[in-house]
């Protein structure tokens, strides 16, 4: 039985481990990659700044998963002597692996702390989160470089590790685990999707991070009376998966229609969505394909089945006491955007905004002309062909409807900055239409 459903449940259960802390001058610092999720949610338990150490193991280089140490930024070198022993490496091998791992290392600290202010840790308290720990080498070595960067306390949370090898640390200050295991397997044994992390996720994490707090709301504290749970809505033969985000009973819900087959795990929809829950929105990211429905292509540009699902689950969201007072709003990416407006269309359809990033909102063909929500289409600059698209969708709606153009942005949004753009741009469209007046930030054509 798998101890985590994923990392960020792993997350949110550590930050409830180490919610004395909330308050107090303390750091987050996941450990690049599979740590950041980890530490972002413990992060927003506490409410506390996130940042990264980074660090890269030393493998044995015929067992490159196998640990013998591990470097960190600022020189610092932590080995192994008994998997070295055990493995015979000479020093020469040890030497040639430190080489590359650590112009690896050089490149992802240029990449994760370029642009960004980094945090001070100075006389503070340093909180290094990685999503588990096996040998123990790479966060030996992360310790040893808050140590350096000025953290007067430096303490170490993960979520499951061997018990001999907790018992072994001596450089955190203080070690929380939520499992410590005795007949230890594999960090990733005790997870139900301990999926990879790249690296474009830890940059849309770090971007989410560094946002400006939230503004206070009549909804309160999430942790108040919120709700964070995984839902499954029917729909006729099938059921649909879902992540529900809902800060209070009654407050708006974004919902998520994804395009070319991603789903709810969706990296780039994950952002989007935490930037509308700081502004106070909830969200509903769903799977509109079932496993077996994804692998057939033409079921993604199926927008008729597409747009059933996402109707059927605005209605399912009528059907629970906490949200059928709130109003709905729809995002769509990609295909999801013409699946969006096509169920905006329909004649009873309680659509109060739909926003598109990236979309195809020219799939939704005909029945354009008959949507009346508030439709914001956001394309990026060098994404030619999908602005022209967007462009003749936007002559033939009746509905207010605005165009913003991303300077710079591809069609994923991949370039710095440009998602934490087009996240800000939606926060703002759905906070004027959905959330109660003078709540919402200002739309738009307002700035």
């Known amino acids: ?124 308290t340093a909180i290094i989160v990685d999503d588990g720990l096996a040998t123990g080498s790479t966060a030996r070595a992360a310790c040893q470089v808050a140590r350096q960067l000025g953290a007067a306390r430096v303490i170490l949370a993960v979520p499951v590790a061997p018990a001999r090898v907790l018992a072994s640390l001596t450089e955190p200050d203080d070690v929380e685990c939520l499992v410590p295991a005795r007949m230890f397997h594999s960090v990733g044994y005790y997870y139900r999707d301990f999926s990879p992390t790249g690296d474009e996720e830890v940059m849309q994490m770090l971007d989410a991070a560094h946002r400006p707090p939230r503004r206070p709301t009549a909804a309160g504290p999430l942790e ?72 057939v292509r033409a079921n993604v540009f199926n927008i008729a089945l597409l747009a059933g699902r996402l109707t059927t689950a605005s209605k399912w969201l009528g059907t629970r006491q906490d949200t059928s007072s709130g109003r709905v709003g729809y995002f769509g990416a990609s295909t999801g955007a013409g699946a969006a407006l096509w169920a905006a269309a329909e004649t009873d359809a309680q659509v109060a905004a739909v926003v598109s990033r990236g979309g195809r909102p020219d799939l939704a063909g005909s029945r354009l002309a008959a949507v009346r929500a508030p439709t914001l289409l956001i394309v990026g600059g060098a994404d030619t062909q999908v602005l022209a698209l967007n462009r003749q969708a936007m002559d033939r709606m009746q509905a207010p409807t605005r165009l913003e153009v991303v300077p710079g942005a591809t069609h994923l949004f991949e370039e710095p900055g440009t998602l934490a753009r087009a996240a800000t741009l939606a926060a703002d469209w759905f906070a004027q239409y959905l959330l109660p007046s003078g709540e919402g930030r200002r739309a738009p054509d307002q700035q």
Do not use: W
């Not at 530490?39 to 506490?46: G, I």
């Not at 044995?60 to 470097?71: D, R």
């Not at 087959?261 to 909830?282: M, T």
């Open 224 to 295: 108040a009376e919120g709700v964070e749970e995984d839902v499954d809505i029917p729909c006729e033969a099938i059921r649909l998966s879902g992540s529900l985000h809902l800060p209070s009973p009654g407050r708006p819900v974004v919902v998520f229609a994804h395009g070319s087959g991603s789903g709810r795990h969706s990296p780039r929809n994950r952002y989007v969505a935490s930037v509308l829950q700081d502004a106070g929105l909830g969200t509903l990211l769903l799977d509109l394909l079932t496993p077996d429905e994804e692998v």
């Open 1 to 124: 039985m798998f101890e985590f459903l994923d990392r960020a449940d792993a997350g949110r259960r550590l930050g409830q481990r180490l919610v004395g802390l909330r308050g107090q001058d303390v750091v987050v610092l996941g450990l690049p990659r599979g740590g950041v999720p980890v530490a972002l949610e413990v992060a927003k338990v506490l409410a506390a700044p996130l940042d990264v150490i980074v660090v890269r193991k030393l493998g044995v280089p015929f067992q490159p998963e196998v640990a013998m140490g591990a470097i960190g930024e600022g020189d610092t070198r932590v080995l192994d002597p008994r998997v070295g022993a055990l493995s015979g490496v000479s020093e020469g091998d040890l030497q040639k692996v430190e080489l590359k791992e650590r112009g690896i290392l050089e490149s992802q600290v240029a990449r994760y702390h370029g642009g960004r202010t980094r945090s001070d840790l100075n006389g503070g």
